[in-house]
């Protein structure tokens, strides 16, 4: 039985994410069809048949459990050598995002199923590194990204709710966002 299991968590990133959000904070993913299809499209990100995605969702609907946490663990889940970058709009928001992703990393369950780990010698909360040398490295806009590259980019709310109207807040987060993701 676990062995299914563990078989069901390495390829099926829905079932995945069911499981680390879960965990992390007690919520059970519903059947909703849109999980599903977002599911997809993460997948295909992951397994390089996608480039580039852009999802915009209400508030409380997963996006950065699913698109920041979920993927990036799920990414270094098949990929340990894989440079991880995640941008939001607030220091505090990337913190939680890269300790939820590392929460996953060494979770029982996870080691469990997966070979990837987490280097003791470079696992600052938002600058750590796999001992297969892979990195994850979370930052807010106006925090330095020079000399970083990344396989996968996440920007995860680029700006601050509050701001959501504001043409100059838009503007700024447009501007700020690294060129290399518009390339």
């Known amino acids: 039985m676990k062995n299914e299991l563990n078989s069901i968590l390495r390829n099926d990133f829905l079932a995945f994410a069911s499981k680390a959000i879960l965990e992390l904070d007690r919520t059970k993913l519903g059947d909703d069809r849109y999980l599903e299809y977002l599911a ?9 048949t996608g480039r580039r995605l852009i999802v915009n969702l209400p508030p409380r609907h997963l996006k950065t459990l699913l698109f920041s946490v979920c993927l990036s663990a799920w990414k270094f889940a098949h990929q340990p050598s894989a440079k991880i970058m995640v941008v939001t709009y607030a220091e505090h928001l990337a913190q939680d995002i890269a300790r939820n992703i590392r929460s996953i990393l060494q979770a029982k369950w996870f080691k469990d199923t997966f070979q990837t780990r987490i280097a003791k010698d470079h696992s600052a909360v938002m600058d750590f590194a796999t001992t297969a040398g892979g990195a994850l490295y979370a930052v807010s806009f106006g925090g330095s990204i020079t000399g970083r590259g990344a396989d996968l980019i996440i920007i995860d709310d680029p700006h601050d709710i509050k701001d959501a109207g504001s043409t100059s807040s838009n503007a700024r987060s447009n501007c700020s966002t690294p060129s290399f993701c518009h390339g």
Do not use: C, N, S
């Not at 499209?41 to 390089?48: C, F, K, R, S």
């Open 40 to 48: 997809t499209e993460l997948t295909a990100l992951v397994d390089g």
